[in-house]
Nanobody, 120 residues
Framework: VQLQASGGGLVQPGGSLRLSCAAS????????MRWYRQAPGKQRELVAG???????NYGDSVKGRFTISRDNAKNTMYLQMNSLKPEDTAAYFC???????????????WGQGTQVTVSS
């Protein structure tokens, strides 16, 4: 199983970016999916999460600006980021709780980070 995050880049304050996280491999089902971020010298923090049925939750610092969504048919999660601020600069990571063929139970997998830099 692999999680592939993409969509990061350099954007000016007030701009927008859309991140994607695609899961691939011998996946049976995906439960909760989440976006985290980590800025240099800071702890990793939860940005947003989404359940398999579409219920969402957000970190206080991104409420009203970021929107998490998923396409279950594509095993893909998205993060639409609007009104970006310099303090949103960080490496963004996705993770997912999923079950796989031929393995018992639910495991949490992480994708590699995608860098978001907000600067003028």
């Amino acid at each position: 199983v692999q999680l592939q995050a993409s969509g990061g880049g350099l954007v000016q304050p007030g701009g927008s970016l859309r991140l994607s996280c695609a899961a691939s491999g011998s996946i049976v089902s995906i439960n909760d999916m989440r976006w985290y971020r980590q800025a240099p010298g800071k702890q990793r923090e939860l940005v947003a999460g989404i359940t398999s049925t579409g219920s969402t939750n957000y970190g206080d610092s991104v409420k009203g600006r970021f929107t998490i969504s998923r396409d279950n048919a594509k095993n893909t999660m998205y993060l639409q980021m609007n009104s970006l601020k310099p303090e949103d600069t960080a490496a963004y990571f996705c993770n997912a709780d999923l079950s796989e063929r031929y393995r018992y139970g639910v495991r949490t997998y992480w994708g590699q980070g995608t860098q978001v830099t907000v600067s003028s």
